[in-house]
């Protein structure tokens, strides 16, 4: 639990505008889900209006939810790195130019059958091997 609580507490440190890190507070609230879900669940059998709050909440959390998730997920670790190098000092507009041709390339190859069945099959992991295909 205490690999959870530290990636919370980075998660809660993530205060600046870069889009980089937007990018990493959405993998750290995937890698965490599990735990949302757990405590949503837990505050459900509470007595008083949380309970009924958090039925609303987890129900949200639908197999829609955690796939498109998934999808983001898969689609933030490509561009990512872009980003990275973006926002770099030394960044000219050559290699900004190549980099964003690059990445573009990989997205276009990842919209496959194969990949969406990959990224399904994460989704499905993520949600108890119980999701279904929006």
């Not at 937007?22 to 949380?50: H, N, T």
């Not at 987890?58 to 898969?74: E, G």
């Not at 933030?76 to 390339?105: F, M, W, Y």
Request: net charge negative; proline share 3%; with cysteine.
């Amino acid at each position: 639990m205490q690999g959870v609580s530290q990636d919370l507490s980075e998660a809660a440190l993530r205060y600046t505008i870069r889009w980089v890190e937007k990018q990493e507070a959405v993998r750290v609230f995937k890698q965490l889900l599990p735990a949302v879900c757990a405590s949503l669940d837990d505050i459900a059998s509470l007595p008083g209006d949380a309970s009924g709050k958090a039925l609303l909440f987890s129900a949200s959390l639908n197999d829609a939810f955690v796939v498109a998730l998934q999808v983001l997920v898969s689609v933030l670790e490509v561009t990512k790195p872009l980003s990275v190098r973006l926002q770099g000092a030394t960044q000219d507009i050559h290699n900004a130019s190549e980099s964003v041709r690059d990445c573009i390339t990989t997205l276009q190859e990842m919209r496959t059958d194969e990949m969406f069945k990959k990224i399904f099959e994460n989704a499905e992991q993520q949600h108890g091997g119980t999701a279904e295909i929006p």
